[in-house]
């Protein structure tokens, strides 16, 4: 009777480890809950974009250019994802970048943010670094909102603030901390 016990035992782990595997194995479906919607109102999208922008004369204003640019039709806004932008001014070239951006197509305005960095080329460079920097392309106006740090040959400064008239070559800083070391005349 032993082995007729065992026997019988045997099945009926059998059966048990069958049941229990049934649960285990059934798999359960998998919901995902969003906090955020998609927005609905994207009206078309680009990747590998090269924007031009001219003026009234039919010269480049800037050029931009991102790996993607998301259109929405509501506010007339473009996202930009790591801007990539060459501004062009009499004599003057700058070159900005940023992780993100933001072209507000009424006002004629670029919004950069996180990591922005504006450099001036040419004979005089300069490069400036900050989070956040709104550009009125028309008018020619950077207005850097939060803090920043400029350097350029001779000098390092620090700022809370500015706005840099472009054009004009003009620049107002709010808050400075600076160390200029003039160049040494050549005899």
Do not use: C
């Amino acid at each position: 009777m032993k082995r007729s016990r065992r026997l019988l035992l045997y099945a009926l782990l059998a059966i048990a480890a069958l049941i229990a595997g049934r649960f285990v194995e059934t798999p359960s479906p998998i919901v995902i809950k969003s906090r955020e919607k998609p927005p609905d109102n994207i009206d078309f999208y680009l990747s590998g974009v090269d924007y031009r922008a001219m003026d009234r004369d039919g010269r480049l204003r800037y050029r931009l250019r991102s790996p993607l640019l998301e259109h929405y039709l509501r506010e007339d806004i473009s996202r930009v994802q790591q801007p990539d932008i060459e501004y062009r001014l009499p004599g003057k070239r700058w070159r900005l970048a940023a992780r993100q951006g933001e072209m507000q197509h009424r006002q004629d305005r670029l919004l950069l943010k996180q990591g922005v960095r504006l450099q001036r080329e040419g004979n005089r460079p300069m490069q400036l670094d900050t989070e956040r920097l709104e550009l009125q392309t028309e008018a020619r106006i950077a207005r850097l909102p939060e803090s920043l740090r400029l350097e350029s040959p001779g000098l390092q400064l620090e700022a809370d603030s500015a706005m840099l008239q472009l054009g004009e070559g003009r620049y107002r800083f709010q808050r400075v901390r600076a160390v200029h070391q003039p160049r040494k005349s050549e005899s």
